[in-house]
């Protein structure tokens, strides 16, 4: 079981950047590759990046490639998305997300989710 929490989300205005935490509780951590998803109003929920269970191998969606930065540290049971230069398109709730497979885009191959923080950019 791993229960996940994220935070860092906010208002910010196009071209500013901000980081989204995601700590994750339980032991387990480490043996699970991390996601990161987000959904804006009215929208299907999108993936944004993905990271290896050492961190080694990393994947992003072209909307987001060269400007978000997925990272982790399993010491401290925490994965981050640094996001920079954001868009108002950018706005969305943004999920952090735990599974088994790595480098998956699916959110179905995703067994734990958190609540989800909220990014708004604005122009």
């Known amino acids: 079981q791993v229960q996940l929490v994220e935070s860092g989300g906010g208002l910010v205005q196009a071209g500013g950047s901000l980081r989204l935490s995601c700590a994750a509780s339980?032991?387990?951590?480490?043996?699970?590759?991390m996601g990161w998803f987000r959904q804006a109003p009215g929208k299907e929920r999108e993936f944004v990046a993905a990271?290896?269970?050492?961190?080694?191998?990393?994947y992003y969606a072209d909307s987001v490639k060269g400007r978000f930065t997925i990272s982790r540290d399993n010491a401290k049971n925490t994965v981050y998305l640094q996001m920079n230069s954001l868009k108002p398109e950018d706005t969305a709730v943004y999920y952090c997300?735990?599974?088994?497979?790595?480098?998956?885009?699916?959110?179905?191959?995703?067994?734990?989710w958190g609540q989800g923080t909220q990014v708004t950019v604005s122009s």
């Open positions: 997300a735990a599974a088994q497979i790595a480098g998956t885009g699916y959110w179905y191959e995703y067994d734990y």
């Open positions: 339980g032991r387990t951590f480490s043996s699970y590759a």
């Open positions: 990271i290896s269970w050492s961190g080694g191998s990393t």
